[in-house]
């Protein structure tokens, strides 16, 4: 190890290590008169293009990916606090019972 690494070491001050906050959202929609894929992705197009390009927000379909009658959907939220993180759940879960044109049977919430 050089001199100067380890001044570059012992000279560190400790930092407070910042954790972050997560939360997890997941949706369970119900599907009606989907023909095939194609016809399913139209469908949750929009979650995808409006959530999913912003920074502190994941949007995936997690799970029946090949059923034409449903769909699971994740979206996962990081922020600093999980006060914030849990009001922009709810007001995610508003915006996408009213942008996706399927009925939401479940939604389970987890704040890690």
């Not at 997690?62 to 999980?82: K, P």
């Not at 709810?90 to 915006?95: C, G, T, V």
Request: aromatic share 4%; hydrophobic share 45%.
């Amino acid at each position: 190890m050089s001199d100067v690494l380890r001044r570059l070491i012992n000279s560190a001050e400790p930092r407070a290590a910042i954790t972050p906050h997560v939360g997890i959202m997941t949706l369970h929609f119900q599907l009606y008169g989907c023909e095939d894929l194609k016809a399913k992705r139209k469908v949750f197009a929009p979650l995808r293009a409006l959530w999913g390009k912003e920074s502190d927000v994941a949007v995936a379909e997690t799970a029946d990916q090949d059923a034409l009658d449903c769909a699971t959907w994740t979206v996962a939220i990081l922020g600093g606090s999980s006060q914030a993180i849990a009001q922009r759940l709810d007001l995610l879960e508003k915006a996408i019972a009213e942008r996706i044109d399927a009925p939401v049977l479940d939604i389970h919430k987890e704040l890690l």
